[in-house]
């Protein structure tokens, strides 16, 4: 598609329950990002694929959170166990690399607003 | 660290007034993005810059590339309600396949 599309808009679990948040990214995309948005400003960033591979993860806090990008399906960010501190809006980027920039412009999907209770 | 630090973080002005936000970093990036989001939705990229030295415009919007590639600045002449958003510089480092965003300017026009 010609948009990053991300599922579900809202998700509400109980401390504890298991996350899955999905992004399908605009196709010819070769990259996917993820990203936290906590407070309202800042973004931190979790995850990135170049295709189905992992290309940057130093972002990720591993021990509760993966990700995935499958062939021909939408990618996937999983909480388990969530905790309070997890309530945030997560996006997905995707994403060309420009060698001539040498920059990845990036398009944001709308967001998934996690809210943890 | 590389970090790149946003100023001012927030900002209210009159619609009409011109505006700076100014992006910095102590280390070199290959290129700069600044992006705008505005509540409840993602950011969206407005323009990229490569060259140290560069000007981009986009119709009320002035983007420049510091000559050494650590800062930028966006500068917003008359600037209108529609304005109102959450602004955001990000870029990749040189020579890494990183890519860090600044720490935000929150500018509200008001009608």
């Known amino acids: 598609g010609e948009e990053v599309a991300q599922t579900p808009k809202h998700l509400v679990r109980g401390e504890g329950q298991k996350a899955k948040l999905y992004c399908a990214p605009i196709?010819?995309?070769?990259?996917v990002f993820w990203y936290q948005q906590v407070l309202k400003n800042e973004f931190k960033f979790l995850i990135s694929?170049?295709?189905?591979?992992?290309?940057?993860e130093t972002g990720m806090p591993k021990e509760r959170f993966s990700a995935k990008c499958l062939p021909n399906s939408p990618c996937s960010l999983e909480i388990q166990a969530t905790k309070l501190e997890d309530s945030a809006v997560y996006f997905c980027?995707?994403?060309?690399?420009?060698?001539?920039?040498?920059?990845?412009?990036?398009?944001f999907g709308p967001g998934t607003r996690l809210t943890v209770t | 660290t590389q970090l790149l630090e946003q100023s001012p973080q927030f900002l209210s002005i009159q619609e009409g007034e011109n505006l700076t936000v100014y992006c910095n970093s102590s280390?070199?990036?290959?290129?700069l993005q600044w992006y705008r989001q505005e509540p409840g939705e993602g950011p969206v990229l407005l323009v990229t810059?490569?060259?140290?030295?560069e000007v981009k415009k986009l119709k009320r919007l002035t983007f420049q590339f510091g000559d050494a590639r650590k800062d930028s600045s966006l500068h917003i002449t008359a600037a209108q309600p529609g304005d109102t958003g959450l602004y955001l510089c990000?870029?990749?480092?040189?020579?890494?396949?990183?890519?860090?965003f600044g720490t935000g300017t929150r500018l509200k026009v008001l009608a």
């Open positions: 694929f170049q295709n189905e591979n992992v290309f940057d």
């Open positions: 990000a870029g990749p480092p040189s020579g890494t396949y990183k890519y860090i």
């Open positions: 196709k010819g995309h070769s990259y």
């Open positions: 980027a995707s994403s060309q690399y420009d060698m001539v920039a040498s920059s990845y412009e990036q398009y």
């Open positions: 280390s070199v990036f290959s290129s």
């Open positions: 810059v490569v060259t140290g030295g």
